[in-house]
Nanobody
Framework: QVQLVESGGGLVQPGGSLRLSCAAS????????MGWYCQDPGKQRELVAT???????NYADSVKGRFTISRDNAKNTVYLQMNSLKPEDTAIYYC??????????????WGQGTQVTVSS
């Protein structure tokens, strides 16, 4: 059973920064894509940023130039550096990872979510 443990959320003022981390563990052989998604209550989960095993990245238009996704393959960890935060960035942020277990079975897992609140 793959587990994703997120950390780094919290309350920050507009214009401030946060860094989210997400560590994957549990019988992992390899991880292909990793990413961050956000969700407001009553709304669908939306893509924020993704990164491949080769470090190719993709961002939602709303965060381009402000957020940076990165990963440490040795630690099975993905990060999201969030700068110039805006009130509309407030949401629960979930990390996602997909890859293969040591049994060669494919997995796709989600973290439990971490709250990011941008408010003065």
């Amino acid at each position: 059973q793959v587990q994703l443990v997120e950390s780094g959320g919290g309350l920050v003022q507009p214009g401030g920064s946060l860094r989210l981390s997400c560590a994957a563990s549990g019988g992992i052989f390899s991880i292909n894509g990793m990413g961050w998604y956000c969700q407001d209550p009553g709304k669908q989960r939306e893509l924020v940023a993704t990164i491949t095993s080769g470090s190719s990245t993709n961002y939602a238009d709303s965060v381009k130039g402000r957020f940076t996704i990165s990963r440490d393959n040795a630690k099975n960890t993905v990060y999201l550096q969030m700068n110039s935060l805006k009130p509309e960035d407030t949401a629960i942020y979930y990390c996602n990872a997909e890859g293969r277990l040591r049994t060669m079975a494919v997995f796709r897992s989600w973290g439990q979510g971490t709250q990011v609140t941008v408010s003065s």
